[in-house]
């Protein structure tokens, strides 16, 4: 059984690009959730996706939109890139509310 | 809306001692309680978790943590550490109110040291 991948494992960007992250989920799970770690925090939820569509999100402007695709994976996608966007994303698959399973996360740095 | 506090940023131990790290919660209904590991450079691997019914729930690796609801807590605890076990540790409420999504404290260093 395959786990929780994400792709690229590190990125770097300037200031106002845009950036894509994508998330495998693990086989049978249909939710997908995003969340936002930066350095020496917790992570923060940026929302989630069931069956193609949002299912809450946090406290995180527009610019932060995503997708889930029909075979559950997903993608994150950042516009108008700000330093403060500096962190590492994290991508959690369940089936049940009552566990996540969480990918190795992308680094992601803006210059 | 819950959150969630975790009162030691950081904890140094000596390997073979105990440990207690201390997480408290609040929320106004019902909560899913977890506790995540965090290895350098890794994404967050799940500890154990509190559901219901026993209080006390263990993980595999000889972790512990303790539901308290009357003081809305929920410590994690090792007898006996290893080096093994230096690694960022967070504790995690989920509710009905918000859907089960998950709220993160801050986190804890665990620092074993010989």
């Known amino acids: 059984e395959t786990g929780v991948t994400q792709s690229p494992t590190h990125l770097i960007k300037t200031r106002g690009q845009q950036v894509t992250l994508r998330c495998s989920s693990q086989?049978?799970?249909?939710?997908v959730s995003w969340y936002q770690q930066a350095l020496g925090q917790g992570p923060q939820f940026i929302f989630q996706?069931?069956?193609?569509?949002?299912?809450g999100r946090g406290n995180f402007p527009p610019r932060f939109s995503g997708l889930q695709f029909p075979n559950y994976s997903s993608e994150l996608n950042v516009n108008a890139l700000e330093l403060d966007d500096s962190a590492l994303y994290l991508c959690?698959?369940?089936?049940?509310?009552?566990?996540?399973?969480f990918g190795p996360g992308t680094r992601l740095t803006v210059l | 809306a819950q959150s969630v506090t975790q009162l030691d940023s950081q904890v140094p131990v000596f390997e073979e001692a105990p440990v207690e790290l201390r997480c408290n919660y609040s929320?106004?209904?019902?909560?899913?309680l977890f506790w995540y590991v965090q290895y350098p450079n890794q994404g967050l691997q799940l500890l154990l978790k509190?559901?219901?019914?026993?209080?006390l729930v263990e993980s595999i690796n000889g972790f512990e943590a303790e539901f308290n609801k009357s003081q809305t807590s929920f410590h994690l605890r090792k007898p006996s550490v290893h080096i093994s076990d230096t690694a960022e540790y967070f504790c995690?409420?989920?509710?009905?109110?918000?859907?089960?999504?998950?709220?993160f404290g801050a986190g804890t260093t665990v620092t074993v040291r010989a």
């Open positions: 086989s049978g799970h249909n939710t």
């Open positions: 996706y069931y069956r193609e569509e949002e299912n």
């Open positions: 929320s106004s209904v019902s909560v899913y």
């Open positions: 509190y559901l219901s019914g026993s209080t």
């Open positions: 959690a698959s369940s089936f049940k509310v009552d566990e996540q399973f």
């Open positions: 995690a409420v989920s509710d009905s109110s918000n859907d089960y999504k998950l709220s």
